[in-house]
């Protein structure tokens, strides 16, 4: 059963920065594309990026594009997420996930492709 645990969220003023980290453990994430997602209150869940497994391709949603960075350690089995010039409209709660196939990739802004979540970290953005 494979845990992912995310931390390094909090409360930031506008413009601030924050790195979040997903560890995962009881199984492998290394070759597997891995994602973050958030959900606003009132707002359903939305892509915000993902990581190939090699780490060589990264797909951002456009709202966080030039501001945020996912990277990956596949030899600590861990994904982070770097978020700089944050705004407000950047509160939420942040989960990570494990894409569901090994080696492949399409729609990685889809959740319904991912099958293991963190517990979600929130991020709060004050203006």
């Known amino acids: 059963q494979v845990q992912l645990v995310a931390s390094g969220g909090g409360l930031v003023q506008a413009g601030g920065s924050l790195r979040l980290s997903c560890a995962a453990s009881g199984g492998t994430v290394s070759s597997r594309n891995m994602g973050w997602f958030r959900q606003a209150p009132g707002r359903e869940r939305e892509f915000v990026a993902a990581i190939a497994w090699s780490g060589r391709t990264t797909y951002y949603a456009d709202s966080v594009k030039g501001r945020f960075d996912i990277s990956r350690d596949n030899a600590k089995n861990t994904v982070y997420l770097q978020m700089n010039s944050l705004k407000p409209e950047d509160t939420a709660v942040y989960y990570c996930?494990?894409?569901?196939?090994?080696?492949?990739?399409?729609?990685?802004?889809?959740?319904?492709?991912?099958?293991?979540w963190g517990q979600g970290i929130q991020v709060t953005v004050s203006s």
């Open positions: 996930a494990r894409y569901r196939l090994s080696y492949g990739s399409s729609n990685n802004n889809l959740s319904r492709h991912y099958d293991y």
